[in-house]
């Protein structure tokens, strides 16, 4: 008896269960944003190091003792400043000399000309005289030549470095070491190392009319020196080399900047910001809301028509501040979930509403889809 009673409390508590309703099953929010198009400005962050626009390394081209030197080192020098003066004694002795013996040919030229006309001589001997002359002349110019090379001037404007020689030193002409070097310093160069991969995909994308490059050698540049501060001056890139470096696989470019306070010094590490152009029709999508499928692809839940979360393969370009630029795989109209992502999974229903101001949350590592 106890046992049949046992059996109905048990269909009794089983039909009591059937007979009350499912509680619905709830739907996780999804913070969404809808994806537009809008200009985006592509820039590269790249190393570079600064390069004076000319050098010159001065050397004295006759030879000599050094008698003064005429300049402060570290100073800024302008073209034809006196920088060093070389004895001029025996190069002045040497110009009068040259002078003396000029000033008698001439005078035998002359007459050897005047008795040649009166056929008193051998038109040889007036050829030699003439010869004569000429070479006096060209010995002359020699000599002042030489002479004026005794006083050493800058060949070009721009900073002068320390001196390796002072007063009393012997100089040789045309010698190896460099009596001091000028370097310009305004404008001055910046040299910048851009990988052959990202500058292929910049030229692609610009022939294909997907960037506005505004037209050649146009690319502002900015600067960030190694203090981390912002140089004032605005650059412009100058050129692209035309070769890459097969050790680096980088492609040289070079900027050139206004300096007028001389800040900007050679071999300067420097930080340069290159505008490389515009994405006329960009997407930007929250950083935090790409994950990665295991193939290591970047992918985005986009929620379809039927509120329903789905997985898609994207392929981002470069980073924007907190953004990915997303160069394939969303159009606008599409909504990108990036809020509450941790608790949803590709295929699941979700209840959309508008993202809430602030950082996105990063997606749940990728599990397979829930079984139907």
């Known amino acids: 008896m106890v046992r049949n009673y046992s059996v109905l409390v048990t269909i009794a508590v089983i039909l009591s269960a059937c007979s009350q309703p499912q509680q619905p099953q709830m739907t996780p929010p999804a913070g969404f944003i809808v994806v537009k198009e809008q200009p985006v400005e592509l820039k590269s962050e790249l190393p570079g190091r600064t390069d004076p626009t000319a050098v010159s390394e001065v050397r004295p081209q006759v030879s000599g003792i050094i008698k003064e030197r005429l300049f402060v080192e570290g100073s800024t020098v302008k073209v034809g400043q006196p920088l060093y003066q070389i004895d001029p004694a025996p190069y002045q002795a040497a110009y009068d000399s040259a002078a003396a013996t000029l000033s008698s040919a001439k005078i035998k030229a002359s007459r050897y000309a005047e008795l040649l006309k009166a056929n008193a001589i051998a038109p040889q001997d007036n050829d030699d005289a003439q010869a004569a002359y000429k070479l006096a002349l060209a010995n002359v110019e020699t000599a002042r030549i030489n002479l004026a090379y005794t006083r050493i001037v800058a060949p070009i404007n721009g900073r002068i470095g320390a001196s390796s020689v002072t007063a009393g030193a012997l100089v040789t002409a045309n010698q190896t070491s460099a009596l001091a070097t000028i370097s310009t310093l305004d404008p001055i160069y910046v040299d910048i190392d851009q990988s052959s991969s990202e500058l292929l995909a910049l030229e692609r994308a610009a022939q294909a009319g997907q960037i506005d490059r505004g037209g050649p050698l146009t ?133 959309p509403m508008p993202a809430q101001a602030g950082p996105a949350t990063p997606p749940a590592p990728a599990k397979p889809a829930p079984a139907k």
């Open 219 to 351: 690319a502002e540049v900015t600067l960030t020196l190694d203090d981390g501060s912002v140089y004032a001056e605005k650059g412009k890139l100058q050129f692209t080399d035309v070769t890459v470096d097969p050790t680096t696989g980088a492609v040289r470019l070079r900027a050139i900047f206004p300096n007028p306070q001389n800040i900007l010094l050679p071999g300067l590490y420097v930080r340069a910001t290159i505008n490389e152009g515009v994405d006329p029709h960009g997407i930007l999508i929250p950083q935090l809301a790409v994950g990665r499928n295991p193939k290591g692809d970047p992918t985005v839940l986009v929620i379809d028509a039927e509120n329903t979360a789905r997985l898609r393969e994207v392929k981002t370009g470069r980073a924007i501040g907190g953004d990915w630029q997303v160069t394939d795989g969303l159009k606008a109209g599409d909504k990108v979930i990036v809020q509450g992502l941790q608790g949803i999974r590709p295929d699941m229903k979700v209840t």
